[in-house]
């Protein structure tokens, strides 16, 4: 288990170091922030669909998260790391973004998922 304090956590995350932390048994919370046809392409079994467009309108429902470890992903990294800086201004100080998305992830962890 990564004892790092929250606020110092880096901002970005790795495929393989969030594949470890499930592997490991910890509680991650994953938050696909695609769109809902990006999601029903490909996704990642246990992550929670939060469409970067609907996240403000949905700030609510996000307070059951607060205090939970975070991981964001999209496509390739540059919308997750968008919304994990805006959670973290929000005071979710442990969302991090992974790096490289889903396409990284069935790139390097599981090639059986479809890539587009």
Known sequence: M????ASQLPIEISCDVVKSKFDGGEDL???????RDEYE??????AQLWPMSELESRTDELESLRGKPLVVFCHHGGRSLRVTHWLRRLGFASAQSMAGGI??????????????
């Open 29 to 35: 919370v994953l938050i696909d922030c695609r769109e």
């Open 2 to 5: 990564d004892n790092t304090p």
């Open 41 to 46: 392409l490909v996704h990642l079994d246990h």
């Open 103 to 116: 396409d990284r992830w069935a790139s390097h962890i599981d090639p059986t998922l479809p890539r587009y």
